[in-house]
């Protein structure tokens, strides 16, 4: 604000607020005053989050234990991640489980969703969200512990596989070589499913009921009805769903960490999991530093081009 | 819309079915944690004598009240400060448009998609270095921190939609920016911020990783934490751990269920600005 206005209407500005306007005089500046308003977010943000962040950096360019003294190893760390087979295969874990954690709650969320569109008004569609949304906001670690019961050799898996006279088919979910990552991915899928349908749901209440009406009028059926009108009319609803499932998939932690602490091996271990068993057990600081970048990268690579597909032309 | 029986039929049966795949997680551990105390329970079953006391047994051990007061000061420590500090933040750079203010945006912008893990491991020497490992102190900082990206963001992009000309007015009745801050855009911010308010609680609530690696002691952990720590020690007792995760999660499902329309709004606006 500029000194001129304030003078020219000086004669209406009640006593009180002119003393406190007074305080900020000093200051002149109101851009100044502006910064201040910053300060503390920028502060703590820069105390937590960015001076870590280049610290990792700094760590991943060392050889060090966490304790004793370091060792400039320039790049070789992020060498190891990209080469060495284990971390790799930990890597592509991650990327495997994008198939439970966004595949499968996005287009099932889709089915879903339009069903619930049709078919589930009132109190039954009521019952039927909070249910849905219920693995949303309990714990992650939570639901690690009930699956973990669910898959485990008396679990209600295996119980419903004998009860079918599936009895050769049970097994150790979890702790098979073979089915613990899919395993993994069932619990994440089930903790995404609801945010997804109901993300979607939301969408799809916003198109407007008169594109539907004018479709079927020219004699379209429910499932091109779905992809001329619904899918396009979601874009942004869709690309938000892939957003949020992708990073939960690339940054698992929990219910990893719970299930099947990495195991068998490492069939289960994801980076976010890798990164904390290499820097606190394996005290290898720079190394899990190097496999932390590394991961904030290809979370970048891949969130970037969704957010931009699915903004796209719309803006 | 004219839907057909037919269609109303196969739909609701798919939508139970989702319900019940559901539901399966929890009436399982409902199911495990009424069996005898080390026992070894097979899947569902509604037990001949329901053991009503492991739930007791479970509340003891667990050392619920002091969980429960340890996880509501870290929720009082972290969600005031981080909604009024993001606030003031959002407000200068949505509302205010200082200079700088778009590099300062794609600054915070930066630590959006960042997981967690990415930094933990220069955050423990950072908070080992301040002295104040294993204190609820090196739960709380930390995410105030990690909550600015999300929160200032959440935040502006409220204040960008407001109108200039009201600030305008109000200058030229001699407010002053603090002024125009508190008396006018705090109120009309309100639905903002408690939608914010709701999920930084969550989150917190819920905080899991912080936890495992700054704080050993279980009592001074989020909920999520000491549930980890509870499943750790219990791991071999099914009955008793069931029982444990389910008393520990009752607080949240409380919650939930009293406010769940506010929740769900939250939870999917706050997934569509992200």
Redo the contacts between chains.
């Keep these: 604000?500029d000194d001129s206005?304030?003078l020219r209407?000086?004669h209406?500005?009640?006593a009180a607020?002119?003393l406190?306007?007074s305080?900020?005089r000093g200051v002149r500046s109101?851009?100044l005053?502006?910064?201040l308003?910053?300060v503390?977010?920028?502060a703590?943000?820069?105390?937590?989050?960015?001076?870590?962040?280049a610290?990792?950096v700094q760590?991943s360019l060392y050889r060090w234990d966490?304790i004793g003294p370091s060792q400039w190893v320039g790049l070789k760390n992020y060498a190891t991640v990209l080469t060495d087979p284990d971390l790799v295969g930990v890597i592509l874990n991650a990327f495997k489980l994008i198939f439970f954690f966004s595949l499968i709650p996005v287009g099932l969320g889709l089915?879903?969703a339009s069903?619930?569109q049709?078919?589930?008004r009132g109190r039954?569609g009521t019952?039927?969200?909070?249910?849905?949304?219920?693995?949303?906001?309990?714990?992650?670690?939570?639901?690690g512990?009930?699956?973990k019961?669910?898959l485990s050799t008396?679990?209600?898996v295996?119980?419903?596989l004998s009860a079918v006279g599936l009895d050769g088919v049970t097994r150790a979910w979890l702790g098979d070589f073979d089915f613990a990552l899919p395993a993994v991915g069932i619990i994440g899928a089930?903790v995404l499913?609801?945010?997804c349908t109901?993300?979607l749901l939301?969408g799809m209440s916003k198109i407007d009921?008169a594109l539907y009406e004018s479709a079927r009028l020219d004699g379209a059926g429910a499932v091109q009805e779905f992809r001329s009108i619904t899918l396009p009319s979601l874009r942004q609803?869709i690309g938000?769903?892939i957003t949020?499932t992708v990073?939960a998939a690339?940054?698992s932690?929990?219910i990893v960490?719970?299930a099947t602490g990495g195991g068998p091996g490492l069939a289960t271990t994801v980076?976010?999991l890798d990164?904390?068993q290499l820097?606190?057990a394996g005290r290898s600081?720079g190394l899990?530093?190097a496999l932390?970048?590394v991961?904030?990268i290809l979370?970048?690579v891949c969130?970037l081009p969704i957010q931009r597909l699915a903004r796209g032309d719309e803006t | 819309?004219i839907?057909a029986r037919r269609?109303?039929i196969t739909?609701?049966l798919?939508?139970v079915a989702?319900?019940a795949?559901?539901?399966?997680?929890?009436l399982?551990?409902l199911s495990?944690a009424l069996q005898p105390s080390d026992s070894?329970?097979?899947?569902?079953q509604w037990p001949s004598d329901p053991q009503w006391s492991n739930f007791v047994d479970a509340f003891n051990v667990a050392q619920m009240p002091a969980l429960l007061w340890s996880s509501v000061l870290i929720v009082l420590g972290v969600v005031p400060v981080a909604v009024v500090?993001?606030t003031?933040?959002g407000?200068?750079?949505g509302h205010?448009r200082?200079?700088g203010g778009r590099p300062?945006f794609l600054?915070?912008l930066l630590?959006l998609?960042?997981?967690?893990?990415?930094?933990?491991?220069?955050?423990?020497?950072?908070v080992r270095g301040l002295g104040i490992l294993n204190t609820k102190w090196a739960i709380i900082?930390?995410l105030?921190?990690?909550y600015?990206?999300f929160?200032?963001f959440w935040m502006r992009a409220h204040f960008i939609n407001m109108p200039r000309e009201l600030s305008e007015a109000a200058?030229?009745?001699?407010?002053?920016?603090?002024?125009l801050?508190r008396h006018i855009h705090l109120p009309m911010a309100r639905p903002a911020i408690s939608a914010l308010t709701i999920l930084l609680s969550?989150w917190t609530?819920?905080q899991?990783?912080l936890a495992?690696?700054l704080v050993e002691d279980p009592l001074q952990r989020t909920?999520?934490g000491a549930?980890?720590a509870y499943?750790g020690h219990y791991a071999t007792n099914?009955p008793l751990?069931?029982a444990g995760?389910l008393l520990?999660?009752t607080p949240?499902?409380v919650v939930?269920?009293l406010f769940?329309r506010q929740?769900?709004s939250a939870?999917?606006q706050g997934?569509?600005k992200?």
């Design positions: 604000m206005v304030l209407v000086g209406r500005v009640p607020s002119r406190r306007t305080r900020w109101p851009h005053v502006g910064w308003f910053v503390p977010a920028l703590m943000y820069a105390a937590f989050v960015l001076l870590p962040l610290l990792t760590y966490g089915v879903v069903v619930m049709r078919v589930a039954f019952v039927t969200r909070t249910v849905l949304f219920l693995p949303q906001i309990i714990p992650l670690v939570a639901a512990i009930a699956w019961w669910v008396s679990g209600v295996n119980q419903v089930w499913i609801g945010l109901i993300l939301t009921p609803e938000v769903c949020v990073i690339l940054a932690f929990d960490y719970i980076p976010g990164i904390y820097a606190f600081v899990a530093s932390a970048v991961l904030f979370v970048l969130v | 819309m839907v269609e109303v739909g609701r798919l939508l989702l319900v795949f559901t539901v399966l997680p929890f399982s551990l495990a070894t329970p097979l899947g569902i500090i993001s003031m933040a407000f200068a750079i205010l200082i200079p300062l600054l915070f630590g998609t960042l997981p967690f893990e990415g930094i933990i491991t220069p955050l423990y020497y950072l900082l930390p105030i921190g990690l600015m990206p929160a200032v200058r030229v009745d001699g407010a002053s920016t603090w002024d801050f969550v609530w819920n899991f990783l495992l690696v909920m999520a549930l980890g499943q099914i751990l069931c995760s520990i999660l949240t499902l939930f269920l769940q929740f769900i939870l999917l997934s569509l992200g």
